[in-house]
């Protein structure tokens, strides 16, 4: 017997709307989407700390302004993530 995903998976396309890396592992999506409020959320979360400090220091080596290091770290964490 299949359960519910294993069904719904033969009639549709699966995807995961999370920034959460370790729920995408688990329920394996064919595609996935990230939107700003689950990048925030993923920032929050403790095992993304690494990325959200490669993020910052990708963005203040890539200019001196401050707006312009935020749109760098948030493209770069978006990516990361």
Known sequence: MTNKLEQLKTM?????????LEAIKQWQPQDATTNPS??????SMSQYQPLLAQ??????????????????????????I
Request: glycine fraction near 4%; charge should be negative.
């Open 12 to 20: 549709t396309t699966v995807v995961a709307d999370t920034g959460d």
């Open 38 to 43: 689950l990048l925030l959320k993923a920032a």
């Open 55 to 80: 993020a910052v220091n990708y963005g203040k080596e890539q200019s001196d302004n401050e707006q312009e290091q935020l749109l760098k770290a948030s493209d770069y964490l978006a990516v990361a």
